[in-house]
């Protein structure tokens, strides 16, 4: 996957009272940014569970916190997939503010299917995965 961007503002909701974005809410900015990566190169996540009984959920994150992101900055969240397995894939992302690195975190999905276990992931969305 060619690395995405999805550009993102911090409002107000997102900050502590010195205007400091709150450390939890890099989370919503990265989901949010695993989302639009996903849709950009054709994965609809609700299709995935209608379809094909499948959700991806993290299984794992290791974040790290470089500088910090305030009050009305215009953000960037790059995310690229690193690695597809057979009922997994990793990925890399990064929160920048004019291509400086505030955020970084490596992330493990995890497919499972309705009950919560573990799944190989269908065929076409794994070649829609390594191919993008």
């Known amino acids: 996957m060619k690395p995405h961007l999805f550009p993102c503002k911090v409002y107000y909701e997102d900050t502590d009272l010195q205007g400091i974005v709150y450390y939890a809410n890099y989370f919503k900015f990265i989901e949010?940014?695993?989302t639009e990566a996903l849709s950009a190169i054709g994965i609809d996540q609700m299709a995935l569970m209608q379809l094909h009984g499948?959700?991806?959920?993290?299984r794992r994150v290791e974040a790290d916190y470089h500088k910090p992101a305030r009050?009305?900055?215009d953000l960037d969240v790059r995310t690229e997939i690193s690695s597809v397995g057979a009922a997994s894939l990793?990925?890399?992302q990064e929160v920048l503010r004019d291509q400086?690195?505030?955020?970084s975190a490596s992330i493990r999905i995890?497919?499972?299917?309705?009950?919560?276990?573990a799944?190989?992931?269908?065929?076409?969305l794994h070649n829609q995965l390594v191919g993008s």
């Open 110 to 117: 995890a497919v499972v299917n309705q009950q919560g276990k």
């Open 71 to 73: 009050f009305g900055d």
């Open 100 to 103: 400086l690195l505030l955020f």
């Open 54 to 58: 499948v959700m991806f959920v993290v």
């Open 32 to 34: 949010r940014g695993r």
């Open 90 to 92: 990793n990925m890399q």
């Open 119 to 124: 799944e190989r992931m269908p065929q076409s």
